[in-house]
């Protein structure tokens, strides 16, 4: 699966087909509802141009940056295109007008530039509630006033209404959320948008007009590790995977790495893996944290440097300098390390490992 010619063996591969599927499972969840593909950060870090094909099932994109914006429309997509912050400035309306994306409008300032904006077509607009999360919205005492102001322009064409819930992953819920939403829009018209991917997968009687699944199409668990990406037939769209490019033989006492965190109290053998943090692989991920070694089971020891990563290979006679070492992913042999296992490792979540896939790794769209 490495290609011969790479300088390092190391390789990032996009699966279009996981891609495919993970948003098949999203919307099989919400059958009723359109779905938005969450592409902002690069796609969670696969790409945007990378993940596109796999994603083009979808009925829109939403992001954030305009120049992602630009991205999406150069891949020829002509169907919705959701600014999920809304503009930042006032020029950002001209490109909006031009690109024709849809926009959210969280606060007066945005009212405000609107209101001065000179166009011809009016806008889409996705009027966004503040129901509890306190990041972005209008609170449900103004958010009404903000409608009629909103309706008021004629810049402005058809209103949506969409807010985010802060703990659709985990025991809070979303329904304190949705009985905000809920009673503060009753009468209002327009489109809804509430669900983000752990909605979409545990809350789905809330699908709504859109649903705006991100993680979960990229094939991690928004409920890790409560539930993991298996339990919800999601398939991983990125894989990292390295070779060994050195092997150590260790007798007791023999330290491994910046610091010798780890020493021997056996003999060892040990791997030298082509991959370290300045690839994207955490450095706080500790000993024992999972990989997968010609596809069979193994764990990192010691430090993560930052051009290698040290894995134990003791019980793994067979493997050596090239065996393949998935980071998270698949591996050749069609094994699983769910980057939600490393992530735990690392003390964070699959989205900040995906995201922060390092520009220097190679990476490989497979169809
Ligand atoms: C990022 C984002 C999402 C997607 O969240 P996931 O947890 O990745 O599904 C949905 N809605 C908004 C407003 C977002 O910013």
Not at 154 to 159: A, G, N, R, T
Not at 203 to 210: A, K, L, R, V
Not at 255 to 267: E, M, P, R
Not at 281 to 288: A, D, E, K, N
Request: aromatic share 6%; proline share 5%.
């Amino acid at each position: 699966m490495l290609a011969s010619t790479m300088p390092r063996p190391i390789l990032a591969t996009i699966h279009t087909a996981a891609l495919r599927h993970n948003l098949a499972r999203c919307r099989a969840q919400v059958a009723d509802s359109r779905l938005w593909a969450i592409v902002k950060a690069n796609a969670y870090g696969h790409g945007i141009e990378r993940a596109f094909e796999g994603l083009r099932a979808a009925d829109g994109f939403a992001l954030l940056d305009l120049d992602e914006a630009q991205r999406v429309r150069d891949l020829g997509w002509r169907g919705p295109i959701l600014l999920l912050e809304g503009v930042f400035e006032l020029r950002d309306l001209e490109l909006c007008s031009r690109l024709d994306l849809w926009h959210t409008v969280h606060c007066n300032e945005q009212i405000d530039m609107l209101a001065s904006h000179k166009t011809n077509v009016p806008h889409r607009v996705f009027l966004k509630m503040n129901s509890g999360m306190n990041r972005l919205g209008f609170t449900p005492e103004r958010y009404r006033s903000a409608w009629t102001r909103l309706n008021a322009l004629p810049q402005v064409d058809e209103i949506s209404l969409i807010t985010h819930f802060s703990d659709a992953d985990g025991e809070r819920g979303v329904a304190s959320q949705m009985g905000v939403f809920g009673s503060v829009t009753r009468d209002l018209p327009g489109e809804r948008s509430v669900c983000n991917s752990a909605a979409v997968l545990r809350h789905s009687e809330f699908g709504s007009d859109w649903v705006r699944p991100g993680i979960a199409i990229y094939g991690s668990a928004p409920d890790s590790p409560q539930n993991s990406a298996r339990d919800w037939d999601l398939q991983p769209a990125m894989t990292l995977a390295a070779r060994i490019i050195a092997t150590q033989d260790l007798v007791p006492g023999d330290s491994v790495g910046y610091g010798s965190t780890f020493v021997a109290d056996h003999a060892m053998r040990i791997g030298i893996v082509a991959c370290g943090y300045a690839d994207g692989y955490p450095r706080v991920c500790p000993s024992g944290t999972p990989v997968l070694i010609d596809g069979l089971r193994g764990c990192t020891m010691g430090r993560v440097s930052m051009d290698m990563l040290v894995v134990d290979l003791t019980a793994l006679p067979q493997a050596g300098f090239g065996s393949e070492v998935t980071l998270w992913g698949r591996a050749s042999n069609a094994a699983v390390l769910s980057i939600d296992e490393v992530a735990q490792g690392a003390g964070t979540v699959g989205y900040e490992l995906m995201c922060a896939l390092a520009p220097r790794v190679p990476v490989l769209v497979e169809a």
